[in-house]
């Protein structure tokens, strides 16, 4: 559904502190109801507050500056984190383990802490609301390994929907992709869901009831955005560019970015994800350790650092000759000629001969007469 602009006209709190990156409206009514969101000094109780031209807004004592310009990113959530800000347990989050230089950012939906895969980040609270609802119509596609048996034709009635434990959930593609053991042994399937909806544990829940253990769950894509080749916890920020042309019915025109150019630059990564397509899954191999550990002080690119001590036993190289890499030739002495390889007389030129003159005798004397094509003396030694 389009947004609307929101300089028109004032806005709720909820409102305006997603659109500055706060949290989401959700989150927000939540912060407002343990007293931590005040306007001009003032402690709100209600989210049904709307926020006036020079009004200061107020979370834990902070000033909230005005709503910047929309950014989303890319990341690769690996499993055992929490995708939330903070957890009561203690356990790890996901914006714990963010890397340097990234704003305050939600994420848009969430995969709870034994799933891993794509997960997009956001600085705009209304943002993740939106493309959270399933009107959006964005589509969400995962790969799962399950324990258990199944046929396509199990897997094709979840296009009708299916209702576990009184949660109705709505239409599921599902596509077995691969299938190891037999009916009476051990098996895994590989599955690949396309789901339009999202619901808390949702993939889980339906292959459940099917019989399926899900034993490992990878999110792909998220509407046009994909996983790709980032690696276990790798951001990525997504250009203005294609902000612009992908979600220009969801950011309203104040807070569109502009230019080309990301402000976030990632740190090289060890690895890149191979392709789970293949329904084997797992990481990428980690690439060799000597192409990514920088000596001491090559990480500023000025010094090269001390090089590592050689092992014993190999062997040393030999001392370079003065001159550089070719040695200079000995001069000639002094007063001796130069050598001319052509010891003999020399070789006169030919002389043009006159047109009908007869050729000159050779050293083997005249020719035999006989015509023009006259027999040919015998030499010594050959048959006549």
Excluded: C
Excluded at 74 to 87: E, Q
Excluded at 225 to 248: D, K, N
Aim: hydrophobic share 35%; aromatic share 4%.
């Amino acid at each position: 559904m389009p947004a609307q602009d929101s300089s028109q006209h004032n806005d709720r709190v909820a409102k305006v502190l997603a659109r500055a990156g706060v949290a989401s409206r959700r989150e927000v009514e939540r912060l407002i109801a343990e007293g931590r969101v005040a306007i001009n000094g003032q402690t709100l109780t209600t989210p049904a507050v709307k926020v006036e031209p020079g009004d200061i807004v107020t979370v834990d004592g902070e000033v909230v500056g005005g709503a910047e310009a929309t950014r989303l990113f890319r990341y690769h959530k690996p499993v055992g984190l929490l995708t939330s800000h903070n957890d009561p347990a203690g356990r790890p989050t996901v914006f714990e383990t963010l890397p340097e230089g990234l704003p305050r950012v939600i994420s848009i939906g969430r995969l709870d802490i034994n799933s891993e895969g794509l997960l997009l980040l956001t600085n705009d609270g209304a943002l993740s609301r939106a493309l959270e609802l399933p009107s959006s119509g964005w589509v969400r596609r995962y790969r799962a390994r399950a324990f258990g048996y199944t046929t396509q034709e199990k897997l094709d009635r979840l296009k009708d929907g299916l209702t576990v434990e009184g949660v109705t959930y709505g239409a599921i593609d599902a596509h077995l992709d691969k299938a190891t053991g037999d009916r009476d042994g051990a098996r895994n399937v590989w599955i690949t869901v396309t789901l339009t909806e999202g619901k808390n544990r949702e993939v889980r829940r339906v292959l459940e009831a099917i019989g399926l253990k899900v034993n490992r769950l990878l999110r792909l894509s998220y509407g046009p955005f994909s996983l790709g080749t980032l690696a276990a916890g790798e951001v990525e920020e997504v250009g203005p560019r294609v902000i612009r042309e992908l979600l220009a019915d969801f950011v309203p025109a104040a807070n569109m970015p502009t230019g080309n150019a990301v402000q976030f630059k990632p740190a090289l990564s060890a690895g890149r994800r191979s392709g789970v397509e293949d329904g084997v899954g797992g990481a990428a191999p980690a690439a060799k350790a000597h192409r990514n550990v920088l000596r001491p002080g090559q990480e500023s690119g000025e010094l090269k650092g001390a090089r590592q001590p050689k092992k014993p036993g190999w062997a040393k190289a030999k001392p370079k000759k003065p001159g550089g890499l070719r040695t200079p030739k000995k001069p000639a002495p002094a007063g001796k000629a130069k050598k001319h390889w052509s010891e003999g007389p020399a070789r006169p030129r030919s002389v043009a001969r006159p047109s009908g003159a007869p050729k000159p005798a050779g050293p083997r004397g005249p020719r035999p007469t006989g015509g023009p094509k006259g027999p040919r003396a015998a030499g010594p030694g050959k048959r006549k």
